[in-house]
């Protein structure tokens, strides 16, 4: 598997990105863009490292307000982002544009380099994301979980994990596994944000656990969805054997011989719209009390809590 960090840059200027690719090309692996909308589809669905984007008189207010969404996306706002300015522009106001670094075009040659380097190192030390799926880690679910109980926001948790994984990793080996946890990150993450665009949140807890925040409204739904195609891909990753059979041989906690199902997924999903929440532990104890009753009906399943709550006072 290759560590070889991938930078994605968006400009107009054919000559300005042949410039940037001839500095970059023997250090990263750099994907081009003639503009930010063309790019959103593979920032999101890939694990990019770095955006170097062309800024000028010419940008226009859209490309402007999408490097801004994605700079205040609880997901992607990790994703450090580099300016190219002509060397005449005026810088406008940084609260109105969200950039991590820039550099302006006659130093190119001699910084642009060690600049993309610093930028991606920094990122990579201040950020807790995931290192296999590049998702926010732990310390991001408490921060985006907590902020949103403070504030009041009627929001649903959803709490993920695989069955069965641990044998197929036996079996497999762990890189085999890495690959399909990669493929759930991604699939979770695409599910969601189709679902809900705006104001979802994915992270990776670790190991086979994932969590995934929307509206109440939008979340059951898009859990039967993941489900529904990761039931459908989750096969490819097996022999073909193992996938007439429907079943793998490994051993078990004890050593023991024993056949064991396709992996499937449970989720279990908490909300605050009957009951109050003050502390983030408590949304997620309901969010994995529910995932463990999604785990006792056998195969992938989701489970929602439904119960009515008494409200005290």
């Given at each position: ?14 000559v300005?990105?042949?410039?940037i ?6 250090s990263y692996?750099?994907?081009d ?46 994703l ?7 060397d ?5 106001e ?10 302006r ?15 991606i ?20 679910i ?10 009041g ?37 695409n ?67 024993k ?25 997620a ?16 399943c ?11 006072g």
């Amino acid at each position: 598997m290759s560590n070889t960090k991938t930078v994605v840059v968006v400009a107009k200027d054919m000559v300005l990105t042949s410039i940037i690719d001839r500095i970059l090309k023997d250090s990263y692996r750099v994907v081009d863009f003639s503009n930010i909308q063309s790019s959103l589809d593979y920032i999101y669905n890939s694990t990019s490292d770095m955006l170097i984007i062309d800024i000028g008189v010419g940008t226009d207010d859209l490309t402007i307000r999408i490097l801004n969404e994605i700079k205040g996306d609880p997901i992607f706002g990790q994703l450090p982002v580099f300016a190219i300015f002509d060397d005449n522009f005026v810088i406008p106001e940084w609260n109105c544009l969200l950039v991590d670094d820039y550099l302006r075009r006659s130093y190119l040659e001699m910084e642009l380099l060690t600049k993309v380097s610093l930028c991606i190192n920094r990122a990579e030390r201040m950020v807790d994301v995931n290192p296999l799926t590049r998702l926010p880690g732990n310390i991001a679910i408490i921060k985006q979980l907590q902020k949103r109980l403070d504030s009041g926001e009627v929001f649903a948790l959803a709490y993920a994990d695989l069955d069965y994984f641990k044998p197929f990793n036996d079996k497999f080996g762990f890189s085999r596994g890495d690959e399909v946890l990669k493929m759930l990150g991604r699939l979770i993450l695409n599910t969601v944000k189709g679902r809900q665009p705006h104001g979802s949140f994915v992270g990776h807890v670790g190991g086979d656990d994932f969590v995934f925040m929307m509206d109440l409204e939008h979340i059951e739904e898009t859990a039967v969805e993941i489900i529904d195609n990761f039931k459908r891909i989750i096969p490819i990753f097996y022999d073909a054997e193992d996938r007439a059979n429907g079943y793998i041989e490994s051993v078990d906690r004890e050593g023991n011989k024993k056949r064991f199902p396709l992996i499937s997924i449970s989720i279990g999903i908490a909300h605050n719209k009957a009951k109050i929440f003050s502390h983030y532990g408590e949304m997620a104890e309901v969010a994995s009390e529910m995932k463990t009753h999604a785990k006792c009906s056998g195969g992938s399943c989701v489970r929602i809590d439904k119960r009515q709550y008494t409200v005290a006072g």
